[in-house]
């Protein structure tokens, strides 16, 4: 009975008992139920551990692999973390409701199968979505049912590819694919929604940094990397994985440059960063797929903490617009200490976690010369130290002083931060233990002369870059628009219309219909004229449009789509 | 005292950044002097050459800046574009 003693079942048992126990014991419950997960999750050995059946599948929960436990140790490592950051400050249901995400985040690891997989994937979507609704303000409500349609319509669109590719093969075992029919297309569109592919990259910035501080810092860490997880076991070597992830890479950049809000850049250098990674999975190599591993692995820390030193600014002064910051480092230094080091672990510097594992993909790219490729990495890992490395702290922590004087991180948020911000520096400086690891065999070394040297001139000149622009830079309050401005205005005016020409039109033509019916003594109403009350009810209903009924009309086309396939 | 009115912490004063300039200068132009003594050849040829991460990531980074400077000009609104308050 051991193997149903798994860690997530561990974390998902844990979260009654964070609701219903109080004080010491509460606390007790949040720290240690995410370490004995991360002890579990080396427990698992490599292959199935436990199977059933389902109908004709083969159901698998459990199945062990190097890069399962990776991924598995990593997150819930996370949990941990980001425990010990929230448990006094957040409401107990946050943490519950995060709790059960990360849960959902190590099922995904170690399904061995599609059906579990999703089960978990949905799972993941529901209480990420309550994540953000725990931010509590309006805002996060809206933000966070955009959230919410946004994965279901992404989850819809996996399950009908998992659906197809089962009535395909009769199986459902997770194995490498290539996008070459329906339901493989389907599959990786649905994965590609998570990892905030091009043309929905905005959901993530839209909604991360409407969440509670304590609450970004666990949407940071799980969604998009449990996407990467799957992509590199079941895309690796996908070919359009290239340039949609040179396209996030740069996207990232951009927005993350023209934002004002602190923690939107940060959402924004995660479509950044998940952007190498599945730029690597598209080089597909062993070592491509090693660095994208490594790279998660490390990203996954220094966002966190990048998130948490952001997270701790927003707590303490209610702030998170650039514009109204500036100056913290004088009140808040290990605030600041660690979000430096998170700023310069995102940057690639040498002896920081991210220049062992980015430089990883950089060589794959270089192995296969891809030449392009190669260097619009390069190019985005100066703009990364332009956007996140150094913009990020500058405009928080120095820049003016803004006259706020807030008091430094609680203890337990400070412990966490420097937590991980000791993990970014040993896994810079000792990184053969996170390469020992990796999936496949490692044969790389990051800190040769010519590549520390590279990288440095690269970064250090950036921040010249920086600096010497800094007049362009000039933060604005504004917001900038992206491609869900179809979706969130667009689409809205135009179901408008369409509403108001119907019922034009209806009126219109009943109108005509009384008048050449006029020999009947019906009253006007009867025939078709729309009372106000009608009227208003409609409309209501158009404006809904978008979400109750895409969800119909999604459920319509599914089965139709297996009521034709069977037949 | 830190966080006095009067804003006076070494940070800030003017003295302290030019030095932190000079420093930064020093180290830039020792990244690239550094490149003389250890030789190394790019993957590509062109990424060998003395100083081609220096203008490279320099250059990336001017271009990005104008990118965005010009979208930007297309792209940005108020923030209460969707009409919502944002705190």
């Given at each position: 009975m051991i193997e149903w003693l798994s860690p997530t079942m561990v974390l998902l048992a844990s979260t009654p008992l964070i609701g219903l126990l109080r004080g010491h014991f509460r606390a007790t419950v949040i720290l240690v139920a995410p370490l004995i997960s991360l002890w579990l999750v080396w427990q698992v050995p490599d292959g199935v551990v436990m199977a059933l059946s389902f109908f004709e599948y083969r159901i698998e929960p459990i199945e062990g692999s190097a890069l399962r436990r990776l991924f598995a140790t990593i997150f819930a490592l996370m949990t941990f973390v980001g425990g010990l950051y929230a448990?006094?400050?957040?409401r107990w249901y946050e943490i519950a409701a995060g709790y059960v995400y990360a849960a959902g985040a190590i099922g995904v690891c170690f399904a061995g199968d599609l059906i579990t997989l999703f089960i978990y994937w949905e799972l993941m979507a529901l209480f990420s979505t309550i994540v953000i609704w725990c931010g509590g303000t309006s805002a996060a409500r809206q933000a966070g049912i955009r959230y919410a349609t946004m994965h279901l319509l992404g989850g819809t669109i996996l399950m009908i590819g998992i659906i197809s590719l089962a009535l395909e093969s009769g199986s459902v075992d997770i194995v490498p694919l290539r996008a070459s029919d329906f339901s493989t297309w389907m599959i990786l569109i649905g994965l590609l929604v998570n990892v905030a592919a091009?043309?929905?990259?905005a959901w993530l910035a839209d909604a991360y940094p409407e969440a509670s501080p304590t609450g970004s810092v666990f949407l940071s860490a799980f969604t998009t990397k449990t996407a990467v997880f799957t992509l590199i076991l079941?895309?690796?070597?996908?070919?359009?994985?290239i340039p949609v992830g040179l396209y996030m890479v740069m996207y990232g950049i951009i927005y993350a440059l023209l934002e004002n809000d602190a923690r939107r850049i940060l959402a924004y250098s995660i479509v950044n960063q998940v952007g190498f990674m599945v730029c690597a999975i598209g080089i597909g190599t062993e070592l491509a797929l090693n660095g994208a591993a490594a790279h998660a692995f490390a990203h996954i820390i220094y966002k966190a903490l990048l998130f948490m030193s952001a997270g701790v600014v927003v707590y303490r002064t209610g702030i998170s617009k650039c514009t109204d910051l500036g100056g913290l480092f004088r009140t808040m230094p290990i605030t600041m200490v660690c979000g430096v080091i998170g700023a310069l672990a995102i940057s690639g510097f040498p002896l920081t976690s991210g220049f062992t594992t980015k430089t990883m993909i950089s060589q794959a790219a270089a192995n296969e010369s891809l030449v392009a490729v190669y260097f619009l990495l390069a190019a985005a890992s100066a703009g990364v130290f332009l956007h996140a490395g150094i913009k990020f702290p500058w405009f928080v922590f120095f820049q003016k002083d803004s006259g706020l004087r807030p008091k430094d991180a609680p203890w337990n948020m400070s412990a966490a931060m420097i937590l991980f911000a000791a993990l970014c520096i040993f896994i810079g400086v000792f990184p053969e233990l996170l390469y020992r690891h990796l999936p496949y065999a490692v044969d790389f070394n990051a800190y040769t002369p010519t590549k520390v040297i590279y990288y440095l001139q690269l970064l250090m000149f950036s921040g010249l870059a920086f600096f010497l622009l800094l007049p362009l830079m000039r933060r604005t309050r504004t917001i900038s628009l992206d491609i869900d401005w179809l979706w969130r205005v667009a689409l809205v005016a135009l179901s408008r219309n369409l509403s108001s020409w119907v019922q034009a039109t209806t009126v219109h033509l009943n109108t005509r219909r009384v008048r050449w019916?006029?020999?009947?003594?019906?009253?006007p109403s009867e025939l078709g004229y729309v009372t106000r009350k009608q009227k208003v009810l409609r409309i209501d209903l158009w404006r809904n449009w978008s979400i109750g009924s895409t969800a119909l009309w999604i459920a319509v086309l599914l089965i139709s789509y297996v009521a034709i396939y069977v037949t | 005292m830190v966080g006095s009115i009067k804003d006076d912490h070494w940070l800030e004063r003017p003295k302290t950044i030019k030095r932190l300039w000079y420093g930064f200068v020093i180290l830039l132009l020792l990244s690239v002097v550094a490149q003389l003594f250890i030789g190394g050849k790019g993957y590509f040829g062109i990424d060998g050459w003395i100083g081609f991460g220096a203008g490279f990531g320099f250059l990336a980074c001017v271009v990005m800046v104008i990118t965005a400077k010009i979208l930007g000009k297309v792209l940005k609104r108020e923030e209460s574009f969707y009409g919502e308050s944002d705190d």
């Open positions: 448990f006094r400050q957040s091009p043309p929905v990259s079941m895309f690796p070597g996908e070919p359009i994985l019916l006029g020999q009947f003594n019906e009253r | -």
